[in-house]
């Protein structure tokens, strides 16, 4: 119920063993940083998101488009996704339409965002008071005569641009700050086929000039019957996000620093001196901007066939498409002195780089599950195989001298030194994954995960690695001996598991040589040329994070209050980090797997339901 710009704000605080960190309020940057259960390696922390069981950022997702969310910590349950869930699994289920029920509904809000606990910065007659203070507390000469005060304090009325008195606070946020959501949602169907479309859009305007973020948002999606034995779900996501911020990022650095004696804006409408040129007023209104355009579109195809009914079929392809289109200006900004006559000029020249990049990843996904009751013995097994890929292409172009800076486009600057530059990698990975859970009279539970993955990122011998888990519980609330306390004790469960998980995010040529280019010049001229750039390393191997988890569930009261615990110890092994090497091979360092990072804990959660019906109540 949270209203934030980032899906990843909305679980802060919320989920034992999960710290999310945001790093900045800015538009668009806003989202926080999830680390579930403490870092497990020196290289990429982030944990794998899938939305209805297709890998996305979580930022990618509207929270009005989010039915539940699951974070899965321990081995046991994150083993399945093998080298993916080293950092944890968060799970999100999106909204579907049900049967014979057609809906529609509309969710937004408009609110304004501030900031809050600024430094009380002094004006300038308290600075200059406040900096003789301070050089006569170390024995130096006040460094501005009583006489020049008095006539600095006349000077801020009659002559501001020679005797300024800025608020750099004031003059910098003068942005609305406002934030809105709206989602209309359509959702119906017949039995045969059920569709939920949604369509959102979001406006966060910064504090600061010339920030915004701006994201359109269409989601789709339907289910089918076709017959008794055969469903399908088809899935389609759109997203576009405009965004865009100052070129330079340092303005809340300079408005903090620069003291209140420096002007900022002259009463001409020319830009005050700042502080050497460093005038944050000036460049966030008028120093160029950093524009972003982000389409996604992303895909989801499933069929089901049960022939019978304790045996399912699942096959899933699943594609990722998105882009990156970025144009940074730098703008110049020509500063003036009090009296007009030009002062410092900053950057000494106008710049764009401009670079777009491409990505997409597909997905396949084959699976059968045997689902059968025995009497009192439940088994449940499944099979799979997934193997996916990724491709990334980027190009990026600079150019500078522009004569006319109100189009900003690479046509539009100097030829002199323009730059082309351009990239592309690709990296693929395969997997076979298997689950068996027994259960006894519901009450004792088994479990066993294996997942054998291979990835394109290590050498021959190192591409496969075995993931395995084993998890174990025990339903005391379902003995016989708690029948006497089942209105107090309604659900008591203790339960452990212990497990493997992989790593695979470091770069994708880190076994291999690689090769750099460069320019030399030979026989008076300058030629470009290739050169080895890095050490090979074959023996690098998947870093492997082994968990052990302890806990207890308990509900009371028909489960109205609900306890968990947890304690867990992980160990991550082989950490793949570069280590420096000799001077005289020629190469600075080497990737290698060496080191170890352990991380234990305690996990407390107690949620109650204090009211239920028409007004509800729930603390967690």
Same mark, same amino acid.
């Given at each position: 119920?949270r209203q934030v ?14 710290a999310?960190?945001?790093?900045s ?11 579930i259960?403490?870092?497990t390696?020196?290289?990429?922390n982030?944990?794998?998101i899938?939305v ?5 950022g ?5 929270p ?15 083993a399945?996704y093998?080298s993916?869930?080293?950092?944890g699994?968060i799970?999100?289920?999106?909204k579907?339409?049900?049967a014979d ?8 809000y ?5 900031a ?12 200059m ?6 050089y006569?507390n ?15 304090r ?6 501001p ?26 959702? $119906?169907?017949?039995k045969?086929?059920?569709?939920n479309?949604?369509?959102g859009y979001?406006?966060?305007?910064g ?7 701006k ?15 055969l ?7 759109l997203?576009m ?6 070129s330079?990022?340092?303005?809340f650095?300079?408005?903090s620093r ?5 002007a ?12 050497n040129g460093?005038?944050p ?8 901007l950093?524009?972003q ?7 989801n195809v499933?069929?089901?066939y ?8 699942q ?6 498409y ?18 007009g006559?030009?002062?410092y ?5 106008s710049?764009?780089?401009d670079q ?5 990843r597909n997905?396949?996904t084959a699976s059968?599950?045997?689902?059968k009751?025995?009497?009192?013995h ?8 997934q ?9 990026k172009?600079y ?9 900003p486009?690479l ?24 689950r ?6 519901g009450?004792?539970l ?5 997942r054998?993955?291979g ?14 888990s084993v998890?174990a ?5 379902e ?6 306390v089942k209105?107090t ?7 452990a ?10 770069g994708v040529y ?18 470009? $040329?290739?050169?080895?750039?890095k050490?090979p ?7 492997r994070?082994?968990?052990?988890d302890?806990?207890?569930?308990l509900g009371l009261?028909?489960n109205?209050?609900r306890i968990t ?5 992980k ?14 091979? $020629?190469y600075?360092?080497?990737l290698k ?6 991380n234990?804990g ?6 109650s ?6 007004f509800?109540?729930?603390?967690a």
């Open positions: 119920k710009g980032q899906t990843s704000m909305a679980l802060q605080g919320l989920i034992p063993g999960v999310i960190t945001q790093r309020g800015q538009p668009g940057a806003d989202g926080g940083t999830i680390s259960r403490g870092k390696t020196l290289n990429n982030d944990a794998l899938l209805d069981g297709v890998e996305m979580i930022n990618d997702i509207d009005s488009l989010i039915e539940s969310i699951s974070v899965l910590k321990d081995a046991a349950s994150s399945i093998g993916r869930a080293a950092n699994v799970l999100i289920t999106t579907r339409a049900e029920k057609f809906t529609v509904s509309y969710n937004g408009v609110g304004w965002q501030s809050i606990d600024l430094p009380d910065k002094v004006g300038a007659i308290d600075h008071l406040m900096t003789n203070t301070a006569t170390i024995g130096k000469s006040p460094l501005y005569s009583d006489e020049y005060i008095k006539e600095y006349q000077g801020i009325l009659t002559d641009d020679r005797y300024p008195d800025t608020d750099w606070y004031d003059e910098c946020l003068t942005n609305s700050g406002l934030m809105q959501n709206h989602f209309v949602t359509l959702s $119906g169907g017949s045969r086929i059920r569709t479309a949604s369509f979001m406006d966060q305007q504090i600061i000039e010339n920030s915004n973020y994201r359109y948002t269409f989601r789709m999606n339907t289910d089918m019957d076709i017959s008794s034995t469903s399908a779900r088809i899935d389609a996501h997203n996000i405009d965004q865009k911020e100052p330079r990022t340092d303005a650095h300079w408005m620069i003291p209140a004696i420096q900022g804006v002259l009463s001409t409408g020319q830009w005050g001196e700042g502080w460093d005038n007023i000036a460049f966030t209104n008028d120093g160029g950093k524009k355009r982000k389409p996604t579109a992303v895909v499933a069929l089901n049960q022939p019978f009914e304790w045996l399912t079929f096959g899933n392809y699943a594609a990722n998105w882009e990156n289109h970025t144009s940074d200006f730098r703008k110049v900004v020509q500063t003036y002195k009090y009296d006559s030009p002062y000029r900053s950057p000494q020249k710049t764009l780089n777009t990049s491409r990505n997409l997905l396949l059968a599950t045997f689902d009751q025995f009497n009192d439940g088994i449940k097994a499944m099979v799979g195989y193997q996916e890929d990724h491709r990334y292409d980027m190009h172009g150019r500078e001298n522009y004569a006319f800076p109100d189009y486009v046509d539009a600057g100097g030829e002199e030194n323009q730059k082309a530059y351009g990239n592309s990698y690709e990296w693929s990975l395969r997997s076979i994954f298997g068996i859970n027994y259960d006894y009279q009450k004792y088994f479990e066993a995960n294996m054998y993955d990835s394109s990122r290590f050498a021959e011998g190192n591409k496969w690695g075995i993931f395995p998890s519980g025990w339903r005391i609330s003995e016989a001996f708690m029948e006497p209105e004790i309604s659900n008591l469960k203790l339960r598991s212990y497990g493997f998980t992989g790593n695979t995010e470091i880190e076994s291999l040589a690689t090769l750099g280019t460069s320019n030399w010049i030979l026989g008076n001229q300058l030629v470009s $040329g290739f050169f080895p750039n050490i390393n074959p023996d690098l191997k998947w870093e994070t082994g968990q052990f302890i806990g207890l569930d009261f028909n109205r209050v615990t947890d304690y867990y110890k160990k991550t092994t082989d950490l793949l980090y570069s280590v420096a090497v000799p001077a005289t091979s $020629g600075q360092t080497m797997n060496i080191g170890s990072i352990e234990q305690y996990e407390l959660s107690i949620e339901d204090n009211l239920t019906g028409p509800s109540w729930t603390t």
